[in-house]
């Protein structure tokens, strides 16, 4: 079993909108964790883009400021990226990741391309 399955990528202009989701189980959001979005760009290293902790406390990398919002739902098990106003550079595949008490959980990557 999948700890963690993304889903929400796909093919958008600049400029558009994406949400994308991270659906896990149970256990993984109802302990003390932190969880963010990763994302590789192709001949690049992966790169935290946005992280949240079990307070809702958020952090975000510089170039994602005011475009993207992450959250969290843990009744429903679920962990989002609202991104808007997107640019070609956002291209890339985006993972989900929770890491708590020494162990990191990745899920495999849903796929973002930006057309400029």
């Known amino acids: 079993q999948v700890p963690l399955v993304e889903s929400g990528g796909g093919l958008v202009q600049a400029g558009g909108s994406l949400r994308l989701s991270c659906a896990g189980s149970?256990?993984?959001?109802?302990?003390?964790?932190?969880m963010g979005w990763y994302r590789q760009a192709p001949g690049k290293q992966r790169e935290l883009v946005a992280s949240?902790?079990?307070?809702?406390?958020?952090n975000y990398a510089n170039s994602v400021k005011g475009r993207f919002t992450i959250s969290r739902d843990n009744a429903k098990n679920t962990l989002y990226l609202q991104m808007n106003s997107l640019k070609p550079e956002d291209t890339a595949v985006y993972y989900c990741?929770?890491?708590?008490?020494?162990?990191?959980?990745w899920g495999k990557g849903t796929l973002v391309t930006v057309s400029s």
């Open positions: 990741n929770s890491y708590s008490y020494g162990i990191n959980y």
């Open positions: 149970r256990i993984i959001f109802s302990i003390d964790n932190m």
């Open positions: 949240i902790d079990s307070g809702s406390n958020t």
